[in-house]
């Protein structure tokens, strides 16, 4: 198992191999056969001056071939790393904020888990969810019209103020809401990243880079973010590291605002129109539901792996906290595991068995895991049944693979932000779902005790998705 501090170096090192290009070579490109093109010179002959400017060349001339360089795409590295940052910060809030929502929610103060304090969460994420289902399609398809790096900053700006606002709320559940409502119509990251790294990717490279992306700036941020997150918050308090989270998103908003590099410049852009009618969110879902039968398969497929995988973000914490009697530092080696295997898996798998087959037994792979998780007695089985899920959402880089190719350069952002609508509704629908089915089962009104009922209800939501995926073979 990798430690976070070398996964932070894979990263830095990834960043500091960027290919860039000098200010020189883009006045000067090179040429085949490595020999500079002859520079044109004055016809006067005589005087030393008419000498002097012979030497020289004709400044049109020079602005021309300034103007006709090719422009080198910029590394999809620049990608990763907002969205690193970006889920940087979501992993040092995610251990810490079901406390700080219990702190709030229960009458006496404590940081328990109660099923009060799993409604509560449950409906302010849902809130989070719902508006990013019907906003993201729009951001994104506008990000296509005016750039990347303006929707990437407009997301870090909004998550930081989110982060703030949780923080420093103390006894207002309306506060919470509102940190969510804020989340919910500026969120728009991960997809527009993605956008920026199929701008940036040949297509010979487009499918790996995708899988890089999602491994390292997912799950290399969350091999750090975890762990840091529950030491800070068992030590200082489980508001500290959401303060922290807040600090990292002002970070990634000044490297978007002042450091990283356009991936779609206005060139590229233009000619570009906003179409309202495929940016909404149901536009969006009808791009990927009323196109071609591969790609109506794949989309439906990815809803129900989407819809499976949210009950690892719902409930994981509340479920470790009250099965195990795990806080977010005992919690934090098991998400380093969750994170090392979003970053590891997909590079091992996909490579080998292909997109076809990384989708299909990956998803069945995953409906193992979560049956596992749902009955495992002790600590050690639930980590196993974990690992298992984890090597199984390899289908998911899969999939967001597999659905980009079917689109041309114009649509990729609208494209993604259908996924990231779809994304977004499984999170409005599983959240609600999966914390009453939590609330409920561990309740006395219900006739049995099942705690794992939630993933149970993932697993069934993973099999349809085998089923459907047989039609992608």
Known sequence: MRSPSSCALLLAIALCTTTTTTCAEQLNPPRRGGRSPPQPRLKSST?????????????????ATAAAAPRAAPSFRWALLHNWLYFLSLGLSVPNLPRVISSIVNPDGSTGVT??????????????????????????????VIGRRALMAWSAAGFGLTCLLQATCRSSVRALFLADFIDGVSS???????????????????VVNLGVFQGLSIGGAFIIAFPL???????????????????????????????????????????RKLDLRSANPFGALKRLFGGAPLLRSAAATYFLVTLARGVLDAQFSNYALYRFGWGPQESGPLLVLVGLMLAVAPRLVVPRLGLLRSILWGTLLFAVGQTATAFAPTPARFVGSIFLSSVGCACIPALVALIVEQGGQAERGALLGGLGSLQELCGALGNPLYSRLF??????????KLPGAQFLASAVFLLLAFLVSLSLV
């Open 47 to 63: 005087g030393p001056s008419a000498k002097t400017a012979q030497a020289l060349p004709e400044a049109p001339q020079l602005l």
């Open 115 to 144: 099923p009060a304090s799993i409604k509560v969460s449950g409906d302010v994420e849902t809130v989070d969810k719902a508006l990013t289902f019907l906003g993201v399609g729009f951001l994104c398809a506008l990000s296509d």
């Open 229 to 271: 997150g529950g030491i800070l918050g068992k030590q200082l308090g489980p508001r500290v590291p959401i303060f922290v989270a807040a600090a990292a998103q002002l970070l990634n908003l000044l490297l978007i605002l002042f450091v990283t590099p356009e991936s779609s410049p206005p060139a590229a852009r233009a000619g």
């Open 439 to 448: 609330a409920y089962f561990i309740s006395d009104a219900a006739p049995i």
């Open 188 to 206: 728009c990251m991960s997809p527009v990243c993605q956008a920026y790294v199929t701008d940036a990717s040949p297509p010979d490279r487009r």
